[in-house]
DNA sequence: ATCGTTCTTGTAATCGTTTACAGACCAGAC
DNA sequence: GTCTGGTCTGTAAACGATTACAAGAACGAT
């Protein structure tokens, strides 16, 4: 026997289906048809069909988060922001993956006009034309959390990459280390074209050269690991498993060699890549952080399960999910306002791989 | 102006709604046909409704996966091997988390009768009488990733964790190990339970006793370095960072010392426990694996992340995540067949963490 | 007793698809 | 020329809910 509808609802309670659409939603009715009704619909377990209620509504009461890697920890710290904003606005939320292509991430945009859910947040890779114009294009809301051109006229919440930079390597600076190598994830992709331009930029304003730079192909531990090797080559640290050890607290020699000299700090563009790193440091018989500060960069929760914790730029991604959430549903509230654009502020969280 | 329905369409190509249904699901019409309604489509940039389709046909082809704890990195391994399957079948997988309460599962599980979804893939962590009541009166089908009575009448697939442990157990005996403690989960859990009564079997099967057990209130990172103290303070090893050193490779001394002596291993529930213990021993004082050789389970990504990298038992999560894809994927093809309950076998995944 | 309010309930249209059914058309066979 | 059979297309009825509208009931005021 298939389930009941709101029609056998009403014939099992004597009534019409608008009555028992009614005292369902809440609607005014008197004692009696509320009680006809309610016994009805419990002796049936009667359960109100989502597909054909939205159908009719036009909402469906569901918004959607789109990452694009889930073995990314930095997902969960946004997923459970956002989770906690919209739930408590009486939603349910729904996560779907894209791969790291963008043509996935085009796929799901404009799949969002099949009407899966009332507004779409989605945290993009790598962003070209064709998603900005899906986005632009989108039937339902969309938050973008990442950064992406205000021409898309749609509301955004960021982090602030180069300041995070700054961040991270003042404290560098400030334990007395100057020879600092930066490890990257892809260069095409969003964050890692904000977090190569941030590094230069900190840099600068310190008036050092950069010890070393390497890219890895994806922001992934094994890309980590993979990419290890050429940055330590590139800092002349290949293979120095008989490198000279130094005490703890002893600040590093300040002779600044500029580029190509050996490293003895290491920036990440996210945690991933930072643990992937630490691990080839040690398999080089390199100490963290008395040979090599590392800095990881999201302060995901694997920042403070690796070993020894990392240090991380905190980009804010709790406060940039509960914000993206909140403008998601301020959207779906009323699609006619002005998109917002906004940045969320860094800060630093300091663990024992930095002296 | 509102997005394009099928009349808008079947209007602009100057044909019938049905004549545009009919093409758009490929059914036989005249190149003349096929040409016009393509031709309105993509002028219109007209995309079915999917909730207006899944009402008709009654089928969403949307599956449900649901996660107690998104971040327990044991999930991404199963969420992949689903979303492969699934995608490959033709589904949009969606992923969506239930807290630790059995209550929100309940719930999560009856909701599936809105018609969210085609099937359901639920990995339950606590299991009672109206979870069980509730997967069995469940509209769409549900398969559990996980221990449920065979009377729930439902297709299984589980883990074998007593072997699991035993696996663990003989590994560490071979390396001389005896004096093995155990940091369970809650055991008021499936898992939990489950891992409790593996251990007890494997060191019987051993002819040793427990060196120390403890609990932890959940199956997190942090809950593991809460209860780490209790497990130091169990096996006599609270505070004792001048613990004497040995040599890595040398075996333990034989005298085995049974319940409440020092012990010289220890298996945890899951991976992130065993992080958070892995954290407590170092700031003991104690040295990973020489003095204490620690065991996670699950072989999630974190195992190799971890420093040193874990050894870990495999239960077989990515098999797992297949298995009960094809299982959910069968039985929406047939919903008549005979349950299945698949055991996957597990392994011992060898790192560092252990001599 | 009649009228006008107000409150409750039922009838039927609607959301955007799919699909059963019937009608139109055409070709070939007699 | 008529009939048969086969394509192809259009009309209209679902799917399961919500809701505008109308009708009926109750009740007090005149």
Do not use: W
């Not at 694997?302 to 730029?313: G, I």
Request: glycine share 8%; hydrophobic share 45%; net charge neutral.
């Amino acid at each position: 026997m298939s389930r009941p509808t709101i029609a056998g609802v009403a014939r099992a309670a004597g009534v019409s289906v608008a009555s028992v659409s009614r005292v369902l939603n809440g609607l005014p009715a008197t004692e009696e048809m509320v009680e006809r009704v309610q016994r009805a619909v419990d002796e049936l377990g009667y359960v109100p069909d989502a597909r054909a209620r939205s159908l009719k509504v036009g909402r469906t009461f569901q918004l959607t988060l789109a990452v694009a890697d889930v073995g990314n920890p930095v997902y969960v710290t946004m997923m459970r922001a956002v989770e906690e904003v919209v739930s408590a606005a009486g939603y349910r939320l729904v996560v779907t993956t894209t791969g790291p292509d963008v043509v996935d991430e085009v796929a799901l945009v404009r799949g969002m006009a099949r009407g899966y859910a009332d507004g779409l947040l989605i945290s993009p890779i790598r962003v070209d034309e064709d998603l900005v114009k899906s986005i632009r294009e989108c039937e339902v809301p969309v938050v973008v959390a990442g950064n992406v051109p205000a021409k898309a006229g749609v509301d955004t919440v960021r982090a602030n990459s180069p300041k995070g930079m700054l961040l991270a390597v003042d404290h560098l600076v400030a334990k007395g280390r100057r020879r600092i190598a930066f490890l990257n994830g892809p260069a095409d992709t969003v964050p890692g074209a904000a977090r190569s331009k941030g590094f230069a930029e900190a840099l600068k304003a310190h008036e050092l050269q950069p010890a070393a730079v390497a890219e890895a192909t994806d922001f992934t531990f094994a890309a980590g690991r993979a990419a290890a090797p050429d940055l330590l080559a590139a800092g002349g640290l290949a293979g120095s498993r008989s490198h000279r050890r130094r005490g703890g607290d002893e600040p590093a020699p300040t002779t600044i060699r500029p580029t190509g000299g050996a490293f003895d700090a290491v920036i990440c563009a996210n945690d991933l890549l930072a643990v992937g790193v630490m691990h080839e440091l040690a398999a080089a018989g390199l100490e963290v952080p008395a040979d090599v500060a590392v800095v990881g960069m999201d302060d995901s929760e694997l920042a403070e399960q690796s070993f020894p914790p990392l240090t991380s730029v905190n980009l804010g991604s709790a406060e940039r999910g509960r914000r993206a959430a909140e403008l998601l549903l301020a959207r779906i509230e009323d699609n006619d306002r002005t998109p917002r654009r906004i940045v969320v502020q860094p800060s630093l969280s300091i663990r024992r791989s930095t002296p």
